[in-house]
Every structure is written in C-alpha cells, then in structure tokens.
C-alpha cells in the first residue's frame, strides 16, 4: 500500500533534522519538492541521492492527479518544501486532502516550523494561540488586522522584512501603540534576533533598522477588556 510521508526540513540551521526524517527521506521511491535545487541541496548535505520531482504552489492544483498516480504506483513518497514544515504557508494541504480521499496513508513527521521556536521564546502565552500565517497584501487586510484586535489569544504572523514596519504600523493604528510584540528573525541562523517591545517601540527600532531576512510576527492578545472595547467599535 502506498504512502505519503510529510517531511520537515530545517528552517535554517542545517543540525535540525531528526534521524526520522533523514532515513525516511533515504527510503522512499521518491521525493516531490517545492523547489528541487533548494532540496538536491540538502539532499546532497544529508548523503542522500534520490529522485527529486517538482511540486511547488503554481502547480499544486494542476499537478495533483499525476502526482497522486506517482504515489499510488510507488511503495512510499516524500513532499518537503524549501524549509520547515509542508502545509504550513507552503504547498501540501491539497495533496494531503487528496491522498485521504484517495485511501493513501498520510503520515507527517514532527519538525521544524518556524512559529514554534518564535511563540515559545517570545514570551507571550504559548498555551493557547492562533496562527494566522501571512496577511492578504491588500484585500481582507484590514478585516483581519481588526478580528486580531480583539483576539485574546497570542498571534502569529509569517511577514516578509520589506513589509515589517508597515505591518507593525498597522499594529499601531488597529491595537493601539501599546500592545506588546515580538518580532523572531532569522531563527536557527547566525544573526536569530528577538525584538520585544510595544509595537510602536519595535517599529521605532526597525524604521532606524531595516531588517532583513525571514520574519515571524508574534502579537500579545488583547485584554478581555479591551477586546471587547474593539469588538464594540
Ligand atoms: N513551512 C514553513 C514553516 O513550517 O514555518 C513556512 C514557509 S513560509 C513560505 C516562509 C515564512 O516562514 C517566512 O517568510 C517567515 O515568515 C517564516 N520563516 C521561515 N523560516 C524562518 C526563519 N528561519 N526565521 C524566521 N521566520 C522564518
């Protein structure tokens, strides 16, 4: 019977592999990437040589039947993506919802993601919380940037570095210049940095520092009190 394997991959630092996803990636038939050259990389790193096949977001909708005839002809196949875990703001919900209705086992391995290490060393409460993975650019934008107002629970946000300050400004404007933030860079990496501050602190910081490279966004949830005061609004 044929199998999926949901394979994480570092975010970064090239040491956070469990021993699980190396010997699965060794064994199976063949493995679909996102990017293939970002994962021949890591594979050759890791020793591994293997079949890569594309399987990235322009050609997830289409690619879907043949992949699913790759799987169901093959004993076990990998998805990765470029880095941490596939589904998670990358390609593979759609996959894995095919695959179940297909009867193929689907079985993900535990593994880097970068929202992880970002709500647990950001200091906010890390119990409850709710991942809202990247902001429409445009359209929505602000509708969820208000239903995050008045969210209790810690917020995460994926942001890209050119967009950090507007982003952060947008904080300002719908949660107040207070509400406590964290902004997690560059984790795993040489320069990881943790920003901790009010919103408009860290914005202060970051119009006097454009940052670079990958970005998570941790917000503080609102004060019952105060989210009630937004939801009133
Ligand atoms: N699948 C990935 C995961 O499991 O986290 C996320 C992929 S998404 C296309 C890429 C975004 O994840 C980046 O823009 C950034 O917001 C976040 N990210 C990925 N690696 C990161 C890192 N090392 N440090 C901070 N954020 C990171």
Same mark, same amino acid.
């Given at each position: 019977?044929?199998?999926?394997?949901?394979?994480?991959?570092?975010?970064?630092?090239?040491?956070?592999?469990?021993?699980?996803?190396?010997?699965?990636?060794?064994?199976?038939?063949?493995?679909?990437?996102?990017?293939?050259?970002?994962?021949?990389?890591?594979?050759?790193?890791?020793?591994?040589?293997?079949?890569?096949?594309?399987?990235?977001?322009?050609?997830?909708?289409?690619?879907?039947?043949?992949?699913?005839?790759?799987?169901?002809?093959?004993?076990?196949?990998?998805?990765?993506?470029?880095?941490?875990?596939?589904?998670?703001?990358?390609?593979?919900?759609?996959?894995?919802? %095919?695959?179940?209705? !297909? &009867?193929?086992? /689907?079985?993900?391995?535990? *593994?880097?993601?970068?929202?992880?290490?970002?709500?647990? @060393?950001?200091?906010?409460?890390?119990?409850?919380?709710?991942?809202?993975?990247?902001?429409?650019?445009?359209?929505?934008?602000?509708?969820?940037?208000?239903?995050?107002?008045?969210?209790?629970?810690?917020?995460?946000?994926?942001?890209?570095?050119?967009?950090?300050?507007?982003?952060?400004?947008?904080?300002?404007?719908?949660?107040?210049?207070?509400?406590?933030?964290?902004?997690?860079?560059?984790?795993?990496?040489?320069?990881?940095?943790?920003?901790?501050?009010?919103?408009?602190?860290?914005?202060?910081?970051?119009? %006097?520092?454009?940052? !670079? &490279?990958?970005? /998570?966004?941790?917000?503080? *949830?609102?004060?019952?009190?105060?989210?009630?005061?937004? @939801?009133?609004?």
């Amino acid at each position: 019977m044929s199998k999926l394997y949901i394979v994480p991959t570092p975010i970064g630092n090239l040491e956070d592999i469990t021993l699980r996803a190396i010997r699965i990636l060794g064994e199976t038939d063949l493995i679909f990437a996102e990017d293939t050259r970002v994962t021949r990389k890591l594979l050759a790193h890791l020793e591994i040589q293997k079949t890569v096949q594309p399987f990235h977001a322009h050609n997830e909708h289409k690619a879907l039947s043949s992949v699913i005839d790759r799987i169901q002809a093959s004993n076990s196949v990998a998805l990765v993506s470029d880095a941490g875990t596939p589904g998670i703001s990358d390609p593979g919900f759609l996959l894995v919802r %095919e695959c179940l209705s !297909k &009867g193929i086992e /689907v079985e993900c391995l535990p *593994g880097p993601a970068a929202l992880i290490p970002a709500i647990v @060393a950001s200091g906010f409460p890390c119990d409850r919380f709710v991942f809202e993975g990247f902001l429409p650019h445009k359209k929505g934008r602000q509708t969820r940037l208000k239903a995050i107002a008045e969210e209790t629970r810690t917020t995460i946000l994926y942001e890209s570095p050119h967009r950090l300050v507007k982003c952060l400004g947008q904080i300002v404007e719908f949660m107040g210049a207070d509400r406590h933030v964290c902004v997690a860079r560059e984790l795993t990496k040489m320069f990881e940095e943790f920003k901790r501050g009010t919103a408009a602190e860290v914005m202060a910081y970051y119009e %006097e520092h454009p940052p !670079k &490279g990958e970005i /998570v966004m941790i917000i503080e *949830g609102a004060e019952p009190k105060k989210a009630k005061k937004y @939801a009133d609004k």
